[in-house]
């Protein structure tokens, strides 16, 4: 990971925090206990999810779920997701109570636009993607925000700078893509 994300002392607190050095680069992140989701249709965009997309496995992508996709996504594998919205874009929906009676744990991580992609919130994100037993749906209203603080969370965690944007990319990356290779310390693409 490249010291354009954070400044160099919040870097290498934030290194610290997820098991690597700046020395090093090796990372202490393991999310091989993640699983695939047990019945993801071979095309996700069926399911009328907005943008739902595998970015790997254990980790799905989308825009927001209506109320009731929560027990679809529940019975495909999910056990955890992480909303990105702001409360102000949720129109007095309550999607804690949604997901929790779907019976899959909610976190929310409040992403207010672009500036919202940014390295306290991937570390927040790579912590609950970290401590997760099951298949986690991270989702925004695009995918673009969740793209953009996947790509930054994994970095964190060690995964090589492109290879982080190209997993981004995967879960959904698109317009936010220049902000995050310039925090990652990647030439404009």
């Known amino acids: 990971m490249k010291a354009a994300l954070l400044p160099p002392l919040a870097l290498s607190a934030a290194l610290a925090a997820c098991g690597t050095s700046p020395s090093n680069g090796t990372a202490a992140m393991n999310m091989s206990t993640h699983v695939e989701p047990t019945s993801l249709p071979a095309d996700p965009s069926a399911t009328g999810i907005p943008h739902l997309r595998l970015a790997r496995s254990g980790l799905l992508a989308a825009g927001q779920p209506a109320p009731e996709d929560w027990a679809r996504l529940r019975a495909m594998g999910v056990t955890r997701v992480v909303n990105l919205r702001t409360d102000a874009e949720m129109a007095g929906r309550d999607a804690a109570a949604e997901v929790e009676a779907a019976g899959m744990a909610y976190h929310a991580i409040p992403v207010d636009g672009a500036a919202g992609i940014d390295a306290a919130n991937a570390e927040r994100l ?41 997993l981004g990319r995967r879960a959904g990356l698109g ?12 030439p404009a693409d």
């Open 126 to 166: 790579r912590a609950l993607l970290e401590g997760s037993d099951g298949t986690v749906l991270v989702h925004c209203a695009s995918g673009n925000r969740v793209g953009g603080l996947v790509a930054l969370a994994v970095a964190l965690g060690g995964m090589p700078a492109e290879e982080a944007v190209e």
């Open 175 to 186: 317009s936010a893509e220049p902000q995050v290779r310039r925090q990652l310390g990647l």
